[in-house]
Nanobody, 121 residues
Framework: QVQLVESGGGLVQAGGSLRLSCAASGRTFSNYAMGWFRQAPAKERELIAAISKSGGTTYYRDSVKGRFIISRDNVKNTVYLQMNSLRPEDTAVYYC??????????????WGQGTRVTVPS
């Protein structure tokens, strides 16, 4: 089992920045690819960023490319999502997730409880 705990969400004005963190415990963190998902009200959950086990490969959804940066620290067992130039459409609950075998192309094995990000219009 992998336990994931997100933090860093909150309310931020449009154009502002937030950094989400996700602390992992339970298994060897570097054995897992990590992803950040989000789910807006009345919408499906979507993968917005992912990072490989070593951190050498990243993926971004088009809607966040150039604004969000995913990174990981395999010593601190933490993955981050730096979110810049936030927009009202970024309002959602953000989840981090871990998977042993993939970055994209399906659901992840382990999930955090989510942290809410609100960007008022």
């Amino acid at each position: 089992q992998v336990q994931l705990v997100e933090s860093g969400g909150g309310l931020v004005q449009a154009g502002g920045s937030l950094r989400l963190s996700c602390a992992a415990s339970g298994r060897t963190f570097s054995n897992y690819a990590m992803g950040w998902f989000r789910q807006a009200p009345a919408k499906e959950r979507e993968l917005i960023a992912a990072i490989s086990k070593s951190g050498g490969t990243t993926y971004y959804r088009d809607s966040v490319k150039g604004r969000f940066i995913i990174s990981r620290d395999n010593v601190k067992n933490t993955v981050y999502l730096q979110m810049n130039s936030l927009r009202p459409e970024d309002t959602a609950v953000y989840y981090c997730a871990a998977d042993r075998n993939k970055m994209t192309g399906g659901d992840y094995e382990y999930w955090g409880q989510g942290t809410r990000v609100t960007v008022p219009s």
